[in-house]
């Protein structure tokens, strides 16, 4: 299959240098400077991406068009309904079974442990 | 002379075998851009239960017998659980199904705007108790297996601390963290005194996907740009192509987080580290994990740079279990359950222990 062998020198090479990369990473990633620099960046992003979103959102509404909120609720209420059609699927299931009387579908349950089918196999013989 | 022969042969051999391999590298290239995501996810399963966030699988028997004890897994709330059923013959529940478990998956949802307030006892308590009451509907069995990974460890290993075991009746967890203050980037990134988990809760409500994405990142920053450079190389080769985007899909596909156990789970568990205090509390209720008391099976990987080895390794010897396996195997976080490492390393291991506890 892929060129993945111990000997292959250029994926050795690649290796090496993910290797290093990820130590000088996380060395930079792990210092407190940029632990703060991150939230705050974070933080930024979040603020930014609401403000946008919101400042957006007016503008479609201004021009008649769903927002992704109105989106979103349309989405959750397709989703309640497919909950409510598996729930009674699920109910229907349920008094199919106790109507035609059996509880459980599905292969018998006894199965034995793998030791067991072992150590039957010699007395077979 | 029989050697400059065979030395030009060679040679030919050589130029041909770059040649194919750049027509094919060309063709798997274009395809690559062109065409949709590969399909995942698709051993035959119905949909039992669905709330909000959470979906119930019931996976169709592939066995004519199945062991008496069913199997609920708990996947990891920020990830896709097609990771457990990538494809057929790399697929965890498919190779559980053929070995005669009845197999059952908690798989997870974005979640909605409203679900932002979904705590860390509606996922580690109200949820696995919902589940575990619709498996023993469903297949008439008490018990149940409870398998978690990652972050669907912590989770069953919570619910099993918490309700002393009640309704489990054995616990396997794979590359799960107990000692948070072991987790490495996500330690440090998560830092109580710079990190502003209430502010930014507070701000988006639900924790968007490329922020989850982004700390995962930074756990191995160049292995992104690796896998590209090892993808090129291999572009010559569909399978390997196919298999690589099954895995990039998943890697990307990433969950939002509901925003209060986000919260939570910051405050609890990373600051707190409340697994290993003992201290930590979900409904009223104390999870200790010496209450923990049925068989534990634990899975951790010797290059895991997600789950760092110490993280998870304090779980096998604070359990109140007698009946403890805990292993190490070689491989990283994903290659521990899905792909040629786990097909022949973790499920043989994970399947002898749990049909001797399954009957």
Known sequence: MADKKGGDPVQKTVATLEARVNELGKAVFGSENFGKVMNSAVTTQARVQKTFSERMAKNLHFYNMPSQDDIVQLAEQCGRIEERMVAIESMLHQLLNQKSGTVRKGPARTKKPKSATRSKKPDAK | ?359
């Open chain 2, 1 to 359: 002379m029989a050697k400059t022969k065979a030395k030009e042969q060679s040679t030919g051999d050589r130029i041909r075998k770059l040649v194919d391999r750049t027509i094919q590298r060309n063709i798997n290239g274009v395809s690559y851009f062109l065409s949709d995501d590969p399909p995942v996810g698709q051993s035959r399963k119905d949909i039992i239960h669905q709330r909000g966030t959470l979906q119930l699988f019931h996976y169709h028997p592939l066995s004519d017998e199945v062991y008496k004890t069913p199997v609920l897994i708990v996947t990891p709330t920020s990830n896709r659980s097609y990771v457990l059923d990538m494809m057929p013959g790399v697929s965890l529940v498919e190779f559980l199904l053929k070995a005669g478990y009845d197999v059952f998956l908690m798989d997870w949802q974005p979640p909605r705007p409203e679900e932002k307030n979904l705590s860390l006892q509606d996922y580690s308590q109200t949820f696995i108790q919902e589940c575990l009451d619709i498996v023993a509907r469903e297949t008439g069995e008490p018990e149940a297996s409870l398998i978690g990974y990652c972050m669907g460890g912590v989770l069953a290993t919570m619910f099993t601390a918490a309700f002393k075991g009640a309704g489990v009746r054995n616990l396997a967890c794979f590359t799960t963290p107990i000692d948070f203050h072991e987790m490495g980037m996500f330690t440090k990134t998560t830092d109580k005194k710079h990190f502003e988990v209430d502010r930014m809760v507070d701000l988006l409500g639900n924790v968007p996907p490329n922020f989850v994405l982004q700390g995962f990142q930074m756990t191995a920053p160049a292995g992104q740009s690796a896998a590209q450079i090892t993808l090129w190389r291999n572009m010559w080769d569909t399978d390997f192509v196919e298999n690589f985007r099954k895995y990039d899909r998943w890697s990307n596909d990433m969950l939002p987080l509901a925003g209060e156990y986000f919260r939570e789970t910051v405050k609890e568990l990373f600051w707190e580290n409340g697994l290993m205090t003992g201290k930590l509390r979900v409904g009223g209720k104390r999870v200790q994990l010496k209450n923990i008391t049925v068989p534990l099976f634990h899975a951790c990987a010797q290059h895991d740079s997600l789950v760092l080895p110490p993280a998870s390794a304090p779980l096998a010897k604070m359990v109140g279990s007698e009946d403890v396996t805990d292993i190490v195997l070689k491989g990283g976080h994903v290659s521990l359950v899905c792909g040629a490492n786990a097909v022949g390393r973790m499920w043989p291991v994970l399947d002898d222990w749990l049909s001797e506890r399954s009957a």
